[in-house]
Each structure stands twice: as structure tokens, then as C-alpha cells.
């Protein structure tokens, strides 16, 4: 198992193309091996070895944050977000390739309904086996935090540093994007319930913000909290959403 720490693997192509070369020809089923990828420049040379790599050999992180072309092109990534998604559902469709993906909220400039929309359509075109959902954080030293009072943002000056506030999202916008971000990543990210989770993606009619949304406000609502939930209160609460809200016969939930 070896895990690459470089934040853009895929730049230069010809390192990467190296790299990858010398595992493939070493290649052995149970060899795993993670790459932090920057999915807006993936050189053609860099794919074809990507994809002649064994299913499930190789764990591909990119690095989304948004699929807002404005917002995107606001802090420093590529407004492509076109090409983005292609390179995404040629990771997802055509390799054997783990993928992971990264989303943020609380950019600057970008609104809940936003990132909702950019939300939907990563999974609808893409379905990543994997989609991590992070709040904003002003890291010392990065340009959003030298920049915060500029850009309307408000950050926690305590460690994790976390966003309290942006030009287009308060507080309390944000903690509920908090929760949505903990629910996805308990029913979907964890892959407990595939079943269950095909059925409830078949009757949200591709809005699956809302979906994880209403279910992440169900579960706060009895539970309290989004942590420390059981497996059989957790499928309760998926079930009954099922039920209540889409309209499922309880046998078929």
C-alpha cells in the first residue's frame, strides 16, 4: 500500500506517467495505491495508464471543491467545469479506478442553491464510489484567509478554522449544510445501505441535496445529534424517510 502525499500527482504528466509505469509493471492483486489527482489538466498519457491499471488497485482523490464555473474561476481553479466532469465520469466509467471527490461549501460567492446544483450534478453525470462534503477553512498563510475580511468571510481563529460565515451563507446555513455533509456521510460515503440507497436516489427525482437534506434533518430532529447513532436506529430513520416522505410501501423500503 502506498499512499502519494503530492496535492496535483497528475502535474507534470511525464513524472506521473513514470510513476505510474513502474507500479503497473509491478502490479499484484493486492497492491493499493493512492494518488491525490487535479481532475482539470489529466494529460491523455497520464488517463490511458490510469485505466490500464487493475480494478480496485488504484484510489484517485480529485480535488473538485466546486462545479460553479464563476466561483471556481474566483479562487484560482479552473472555470472549465466541463471538462472537469468529463474527466470525472472517464475516471468513473471507464476505469477500474476507486474515486474519491471533493466538494466545499462556504466558498466565496457561492450559495446554498449553487452548490446544491453543482451537488446534483456530480453525482447524477459521475457517482463517485466516494464524495467528501467539507465546510471551508481559513488556513493560515492561504490567500481565502489573508483575504477573509475582503471576501466577506468569518472564520473560527481557533484550530480547525473553521468558516463561520460567508458573503452568501450565514451561521445557521452553514451548520445545516454541516449536518447534510455528516447524514452523506454516514449513509452514502460508508456504503451500509446499497439496497436502500438505490431506491431512495430512484425517488428523489435527481435532487439528492434535498434528499440527504430532509433525511439529515430527520435524524437531528429525534436523535440530537449526527454522531454516535446505531446501525438499526439509523436504518429505522432511512426507512422511515422512505416511507413518509417518498412514498414508498413500507414493504418495499
Known amino acids: 500500500r502506498f499512499k502519494f502525499l503530492d496535492r496535483s500527482f497528475n502535474a507534470p504528466a511525464a513524472h506521473a506517467a513514470a510513476i505510474l509505469d513502474f507500479f503497473l509493471s509491478r502490479a499484484t492483486p493486492d497492491m493499493r495505491l493512492h494518488f491525490e489527482i487535479n481532475p482539470d489538466s489529466l494529460h491523455a498519457s497520464v488517463a490511458s495508464r490510469i485505466a490500464a491499471f487493475p480494478k480496485g488497485t488504484l484510489h484517485l482523490e480529485a480535488g473538485l471543491q466546486t462545479l460553479n464555473p464563476a466561483i471556481a474561476a474566483a479562487i484560482g481553479r479552473s472555470a472549465d467545469t466541463a471538462k472537469t466532469l468529463a474527466t470525472l465520469r472517464f475516471l468513473t466509467r471507464q476505469t477500474g479506478a476507486t474515486v474519491h471527490a471533493d466538494l466545499i461549501f462556504g466558498l466565496p460567492g457561492e450559495d446554498e442553491t449553487s452548490f446544491a446544483r453543482g451537488f446534483n450534478t456530480l453525482i447524477a453525470e459521475c457517482a463517485p464510489p466516494e464524495v467528501q462534503v467539507n465546510l471551508l477553512k481559513g488556513l493560515p498563510g492561504t490567500r481565502l484567509a489573508r483575504d477573509a475580511a475582503q471576501r466577506g468571510l468569518t472564520f473560527n481563529p481557533e484550530p480547525p478554522y473553521e468558516l463561520l460565515r460567508s458573503d452568501a451563507m450565514d451561521f445557521g446555513t452553514l451548520m445545516r449544510l ?33 434528499a440527504y437534506q430532509r433525511l439529515a434533518a430527520r435524524i437531528h430532529a429525534e436523535e440530537g445529534k449526527l454522531f454516535a447513532i446505531s446501525l438499526p436506529r439509523l436504518a429505522g430513520h432511512l426507512r422511515a424517510e422512505l416511507v413518509e416522505t417518498c412514498g414508498i410501501g413500507a414493504n418495499e423500503a
Open 178 to 210: 454541516q449536518r447534510f455533509a455528516r447524514c452523506w456521510e454516514l449513509v452514502y460515503n460508508r456504503r451500509r445501505f446499497p439496497h436502500t440507497l438505490q431506491t431512495l436516489h430512484a425517488s428523489c427525482g435527481s435532487d439528492f441535496y434535498g
